[in-house]
Every structure is written in structure tokens, then in C-alpha cells.
């Protein structure tokens, strides 16, 4: 078993007892219930693992690009990468590039 089938399990055992209390031991969720709450977890799971590792590539960026990346709008530096500036970073940092190149003639 899985540890989204474990906790899916768990989850779904502490939510009937939850709402049935005084409902016999005997009576517990059905598997189908259980299996489709194990299918969002490990979707959930995998979401975060998805987010996480877009975000480092973020970071990552933004770490190259330098200060820039850690400044708010305010002038204020941050300890780590605004996230939400990067974009905006790259694109500046490649409209730069654009015109340096055209200015060279290449």
C-alpha cells in the first residue's frame, strides 16, 4: 500500500467516525470512496512536487540575474528570490540584449 492509500485510509476512518460516532465498528467507508481520496492525494502530491520544482528553476534564475531578483519595489532587499519579479527580470534582461544587437549590427 502507498502512503496515499495509507493516509487515504486513515483520513477516511477518522471522518466516519467523526461524523457516525455511534455507528458499530463493523460499518466503515467504502473502498471505492477510499480509492478515489488515495487518486487526489497522490494528485495533490504530485501537484507539490510540480510546483517545487518550477519554483527552484524560478529561483534559480532569479539567483543569476543577482540583486535585482532580491530588491522590492520599494528598494528594500529581500533575503531570497521574489519569485514574481523574475519574469519581468528575464524579459528586461532580453530586450537589453535585443538592442545591444542591433546596435552592433549583428
Request: charged share 30%; hydrophobic share 35%.
Amino acid at each position: 500500500m502507498t502512503d496515499a492509500e495509507n493516509m487515504a485510509r486513515e483520513i477516511a476512518f477518522k471522518c466516519w467516525k467523526d461524523m457516525w460516532p455511534n455507528v458499530d465498528n463493523l460499518i466503515r467507508p467504502s473502498d471505492a470512496f477510499i480509492d478515489t481520496l488515495s487518486h487526489w492525494i497522490e494528485t495533490a502530491i504530485q501537484n507539490q512536487k510540480n510546483t517545487d520544482y518550477y519554483k527552484d528553476l524560478v529561483i534559480q534564475c532569479g539567483e543569476i540575474i543577482g540583486k535585482a531578483a532580491y530588491t522590492q519595489d520599494d528598494g528594500e532587499l529581500c533575503d531570497s528570490v521574489l519569485c514574481a519579479k523574475v519574469p519581468g527580470l528575464v524579459k528586461d534582461i532580453c530586450d537589453d540584449y535585443c538592442v545591444m544587437k542591433n546596435y552592433k549590427g549583428e
